[in-house]
Structure formats: C-alpha cells, structure tokens
C-alpha cells in the first residue's frame, strides 16, 4: 500500500476512535483552563539572526535553579501544560520555569528556510539561556524536537553544559536523525519532496496551498500523538497546535529532522542526571531510539510508559512529571553536592 493509502487508514482510525471518546457524557478535562500558561509573564527574546522568540516564566527569578522546557515538531510552548502546572506545586520557589515557542512556531517569528535547522535551534536556546537565565544552575527539558534542540546546544556550547546544566529530560526524542525509521520513513514520498522544494522557490504559492500540504503531513501528526484513548479535548488542543503551524515551517524542518546528527552531544552529557521517556507505542520517534539514547547516558533513567504515543507528556502527564520531579531531586543533590565541593577546596 502507498503511503497516501496509509495516511487515509490512520486518518479514519483517528477519527473513529475520537467519535468513540465524543459518545461519552463524560469529558475529565471539560473544565481545564488549557490557556494557564498565557497569563504567566511574559518576554520577547531575539536570536542571534534577528527571529523573535516568545517567553513565557513562572516561579522567581532569583531561584537557585531554571527548568527550561522546549517543545517538540509543530507544538508550542503550551504543550508542557500539565507540567507547567503540576511542577509549579512541586518545586515551588526552589526551581523556576522557563518556556518558549520554537522558532516558527507558536508565538515566535517566521524564520528563513535556511536557518530551519536542529543546528539553529541548539542557538536558540543558548540565546535564550543568556538573556533569560545568564547566571545559575539549568535543568533542560526537551520533548521530540525540542530534545534535539538541547543535544545541539550542547554539542555547540559544552562549556554552558559543563558549567551551568545538572540534570537533562530528553523525552520523545533521539540523538540521530529519523530518514530511516519513524517521521522520515512515514514521509518518504515525491510528493513531500516536491513541497520541500516548492517552499523554497515560492512559499506564497505553498501557504496558498497548506490543505494539500496537511492532507499528506498532518495525519501522520495527529495519527501519532495518542496511543490510548483521551479526551476529546485534549484531541482538539493538540490538533490545534499542529493545524496552527504555517506549512512552510512544516515543510522546512523536514530535512533537518530526517538527516541531523547530535549523537557527539552524548559524551557531555554522560555524567548529568538524566532521565529519558518514551512511550512504547510512539512511532514518530519509535521505542528503540529511547532506548539507545539512554544507553549512552550511563546517569540515565530509562521511563517507558506503556501504550503511550508521541505526545507522552499530554498522554500520561502524571508518569511524565513524576520522571521529572524525581530528575529535579536528583539535579538538586548535584548542585548541593557541587557547592559543598567548592566550599571544600582550598
């Protein structure tokens, strides 16, 4: 079967199994404030090519600790709603929040095709790192996408690693790049390839034409994120996300996401706590790549959340930030342990 074939099984399958959600009375997160994150305050940082980043942070600024969250493919800040939340209780003022719109997406500015690169999106985060939070010890948290951004941010800048990072999430995601299994092989197709090419030479033209685009990418998308049945609320919230994001970002992002490469990151990771989380069921970034990136990282915890798909932390968002709280323990005995070792020398 061709993959237009396919997306039109996965598609139906989605649709199916969000009408048999929609026949229950019964919606758990019929009342949840989704838009929580919007009225946490807020800043603009600009890259070092001139895109606006949107920020947005919660707890003090003067904490000992930032959590930096980045987000994954076609998502936006706002998909850490129920860590934002969850976290907040957890760590109180001992560790603030940082979060941003990737590059294209959300609230932040178009970039250049050129500039759509994993590589773009490791300075990003170095940018945003040094306006935002330029002094103090860094967890950073990174789901699909957003995982890469911080192995190439490592990769470009161990010394911030070095210096400042004392525990690592890397959720949903993988060191090397997907052409052969996951994203990449779901979207092997000429007509893909011809979009790619399209948005380079006359993006109006493709934005003119995001339905056709989105009839071959956005099933995958969508078809991916849940493993289990969820609210249909929560359908509709992520969807939105991935239906909110400009064609042309989709489209650009493509390559770097089937070809980069981040895994000489690793070996500065290797003595950070870190924690790696995957669903079983995720076939964007399919199990196996979790399982070979926690491998490498010999102060990892390995999570697999059984049935979960792509979008694990809006999933299973318990399992998911109790991984976290238990990393944000672990972080902060590295910083204790770091600052009495400084106390010690002579």
Not at 194 to 215: D, E, I, M
Not at 277 to 290: A, L
Request: some cysteine; proline content about 5%.
């Amino acid at each position: 079967m061709n993959l237009l074939g396919s997306l039109g099984i996965l598609n139906s399958v989605g649709i199916a199994l969000r009408e048999t959600v929609l026949r229950s009375n019964k919606d758990p997160m019929a009342t949840e404030n989704l838009e929580l994150m919007d009225a946490d305050r807020g800043s603009i940082v600009v890259a070092d090519d001139g895109v606006p980043l949107a920020v947005r942070e919660v707890g003090p600024s003067d904490a000992p600790v930032t959590a930096i969250f980045v987000h994954g493919y076609c998502l936006r800040m706002s998909s850490w709603h129920f860590q934002r939340q969850a976290l907040e209780q957890e760590w109180g003022s001992k560790v603030r929040m940082v979060f941003y719109d990737q590059r294209g997406h959300g609230r932040s500015g178009t970039p250049s095709p050129e500039s759509c690169t994993i590589e773009q999106l490791g300075l990003d985060l170095d940018a945003v790192i040094r306006s935002v939070t330029p002094r103090g010890h860094l967890i950073l948290i990174g789901h699909s996408m957003g995982g890469m951004t911080i192995l190439s941010m490592t990769r470009q800048k161990p010394d911030v690693v070095r210096e400042r990072v004392i525990g690592v999430a890397l959720i949903s995601t993988t060191a090397a790049g997907l052409a052969e299994t996951g994203l990449g092989r779901s979207l092997d197709n000429p007509v893909v390839d011809a979009f790619r090419l399209a948005v380079r030479t006359s993006p109006g033209v493709v934005q003119f034409g995001r339905g056709a685009a989105k009839k071959l990418i956005a099933p995958v998308l969508r078809a991916a994120s849940y493993g289990t049945r969820v609210s249909p609320r929560l359908v509709d919230f992520s969807q939105q996300m991935i239906d909110d994001t400009s064609v042309i970002t989709i489209v650009n992002f493509l390559k770097t996401l089937e070809l980069h490469d981040e895994s000489d990151a690793l070996v500065e990771l290797a003595r950070i706590p870190a924690t790696v989380v995957c669903g079983d069921d995720d076939w964007i970034i399919p199990f196996d790549s979790s399982v070979a990136l926690a491998d490498a990282l010999p102060a990892a915890e390995m999570v697999r959340i059984r049935q979960a798909g792509h979008l694990v932390q809006l999933e299973f968002p318990d399992k998911v930030n109790a991984a976290l709280t238990r990393l944000g323990t672990r972080a902060l005995q590295l910083k204790a342990k770091k600052r009495s070792g400084r106390r010690g020398v002579v």
